[in-house]
């Protein structure tokens, strides 16, 4: 398996609701990543996860709150959002910090 | 982190080697270069990277001038599916500089 896969695909939440985002690798990786893109934007650095523990966190609101349960796996937990956090959330992944990082297909967010 | 520059747009025969130049005239010495590319609506596809040395691979081939300070990526035969956003991304190689940071790209257009 050389891929990430993230799901769902497409998302539609209220300002009040709580939901979460996935991301699955299986190639060993013991870094990943979550990454928001606005329309027409580059995407843009949320968290880091190294080896299970958070080692970077880009001054995130806390209405996002990853989580790492194991080392194949990666959450996005949304909470109480606004409709400008709408945008396309990507994950991605790779050996070690200093290897390439292959993305997922992402998850469309739209926050009603 | 160094910056990058790079054209706007450029289009392309199909058929045509496409060459997408980079400018990262500060550049550190143990920055490496990354490429990576966008498909719309798509995760980031990561390409090719390289530190000083030339670099080829499946898809694409990476020069790096002597002094670092600019580089070209060769796309040998352009298709129309290598129709894209391309981005040219210095990133250090140490623990805690993880991040990709994304500037605004090339699009490249194919032609047919």
């Known amino acids: 398996d050389t891929e990430v896969t993230q799901t769902p695909k497409h998302l539609v939440m209220g300002m009040t609701n709580k939901k979460s985002l996935k991301c699955e690798q299986h190639m060993g990786h013991r870094a990943m990543y979550w990454y928001k893109q606005k329309a027409k934007k580059p995407p843009e650095l949320m968290f880091v996860y190294s080896y299970e523990k958070l080692s970077i966190n880009e001054s995130v609101p806390s209405r996002f709150s990853p989580e790492c349960p194991n080392s194949s796996l990666l959450n996005l937990h949304l909470h109480a959002l606004q409709p400008e956090d709408s945008a396309l959330y990507l994950c991605?992944?790779?050996?070690?910090?200093?290897?390439?990082?292959?993305f997922g297909p992402g998850t469309r967010l739209t926050v009603l | 982190d160094a910056k990058t520059t790079q054209p706007t747009s450029m289009d392309c025969a199909e058929g045509r080697a496409a060459n997408l130049p980079c400018n990262h005239s500060?550049?550190?010495?143990?920055?490496?270069v990354y490429w990576y590319r966008q498909i719309h609506s798509q995760g980031p596809q990561y390409i090719i990277h390289g530190l000083k040395n030339n670099e080829t691979n499946e898809m694409a081939s990476l020069i790096i001038t002597e002094d670092r300070k600019s580089s070209t990526l060769i796309l040998p035969h352009a298709t129309l599916r290598d129709t894209a956003v391309y981005y040219c991304i210095v990133r250090p190689d140490n623990f805690g500089n993880e991040k990709l940071t994304f500037g605004t790209g090339t699009r490249l257009t194919i032609i047919p």
């Open positions: 500060t550049i550190s010495g143990n920055e490496y």
């Open positions: 991605a992944s790779s050996q070690d910090y200093r290897e390439p990082q292959f």
